[in-house]
Antibody, heavy 119, light 110 residues
Framework: EVQLVESGGGLVKPGGSLRLSCAAS????????MNWVRQAPGKGLEWVSS????????YYADSVKGRFTISRDNAKNSLYLQMDSLSADDTAVYYC????????????WGQGTLVTVSS | QSALTQPASVSGSHGQSITISCTGT?????????VSWYQQHPGKAPKLMVY???HRASGVSNRFSGSKSGNTASLTISGLQAEDEADYYC??????????FGGGTKLTVL
């Protein structure tokens, strides 16, 4: 069974940093592109970033480019999101999601971790 | 990276059919058939329902179907059931190799 478990969320002050993690199991992690998607309270889904299986291809939404860094450790079956220069607009539940092979849809999702940016 | 356009809400009676539209541009779903649809119940993670415009994800009822014409994709749910009441999101791959979601549509089953 595919499992994605996010961690690392919490309360952080504006301008601060946070690192999210996503532990993957139940599939061959090092063959899948992975993503972060976020959802602000009461709002819709927003794609944040993707990283290919070998980390050779990385993409970001304009809203986080230059502030967030996605990475992965295939030896640890883990995905990460380093978030710097956080603002209130970054307050959201952050989901880790796996790409469906070859079509850019997201076929498995974690339960999400809440990040709150507030003074 | 403007969001795809979806109606904020749709409703239908039990047993009827509804269609949710999703409008993009030539920079996203107008160029690619990498259109997917997600169902999200309150407090839950999204669930993939349809990928590649019209392919149902594993285990998804055949009451769900997708299509696309030009810059607009659509999700049709037939034989509405109470458990279909949820938020629905479309998504597309873009020419920048990023992804974009629609704003979401709240489906109410009357």
């Amino acid at each position: 069974e595919v499992q994605l478990v996010e961690s690392g969320g919490g309360l952080v002050k504006p301008g601060g940093s946070l690192r999210l993690s996503c532990a993957a199991s139940g599939f061959t992690f090092n063959t899948y592109t992975m993503n972060w998607v976020r959802q602000a309270p009461g709002k819709g889904l927003e794609w944040v970033s993707s990283i290919s299986s070998t980390s050779s291809d990385i993409y970001y939404a304009d809203s986080v480019k230059g502030r967030f860094t996605i990475s992965r450790d295939n030896a640890k079956n883990s995905l990460y999101l380093q978030m710097d220069s956080l603002s209130a607009d970054d307050t959201a539940v952050y989901y880790c999601a796996r790409d469906h092979y070859g079509d850019y849809s997201l076929d498995s999702w974690g339960q999400g971790t809440l990040v709150t940016v507030s003074s | 990276q403007s969001a795809l356009t979806q109606p904020a809400s749709v409703s239908g009676s039990h047993g009827q059919s509804i269609t949710i539209s999703c409008t993009g541009t030539s920079s996203d779903l107008g160029t690619y058939n990498y259109v997917s649809w997600y169902q999200q119940h309150p407090g839950k993670a999204p669930k993939l329902m349809v990928y590649d415009v019209s392919h149902r994800a594993s285990g998804v009822s055949n009451r769900f179907s997708g299509s696309k014409s030009g810059n607009t994709a659509s999700l049709t749910i037939s034989g509405l059931q109470a458990e279909d009441e949820a938020d629905y999101y479309c998504s597309s791959f873009t020419i920048s190799s990023t992804r974009v979601f629609g704003g979401g549509t709240k489906l109410t089953v009357l």
